[in-house]
């Protein structure tokens, strides 16, 4: 099964977090993560996405990729954008896209290899809210 058809799949349940766009933009960071993961991790990759509630009532939508691969600086990615040769770049748009689409991102080291996680506000108030 293909990544973004797999990364599709994973999301069916996620309509009820949010609204379409969340669904489409969950799908797209889902995407893009299992995708780097595949071409700059180490086998396996996993998947993972659940909504977490937060304090002040919010919820999020966490997507979580992990590899057996080295982790990613997230600050040295971030000043490559920022540099000027990064428009000429022919490749790394994927974290891009994951940073204009998602409210929070990062990389965590893990035993073996890294977990590169995204997370989406929803609409929907945390479980456990009393607004």
């Known amino acids: 099964m293909n990544r973004r058809r797999s ?12 609204p379409p766009p969340l669904e489409a933009d969950a799908t797209l960071i889902a995407a893009e993560l299992l995708n780097n993961a595949r071409r700059h991790g180490k086998p396996p990759s996993r ?3 659940d909504l977490r509630d937060h304090p002040a009532g919010r919820r999020t939508l966490r997507i979580e990729v992990h590899d057996g691969g080295r982790g990613v600086n997230v600050e040295q990615v971030r000043s490559r954008w920022r540099h000027p040769s990064a428009a000429l770049s022919t490749g790394g748009r994927g974290l891009l896209i994951v940073d204009a ?3 929070a991102w990062g990389d965590l080291p893990d035993r ?6 995204a997370e989406l506000r ?3 108030p945390a479980a456990w809210s009393h607004s």
């Open 122 to 124: 929803t609409r929907q």
């Open 112 to 117: 073996p290899g890294h977990t590169v996680w």
């Open 7 to 18: 990364a599709t799949n994973s999301s069916a349940g996620w309509t009820r977090a949010g």
């Open 47 to 49: 998947l993972r996405a």
């Open 101 to 103: 689409l998602a409210d």
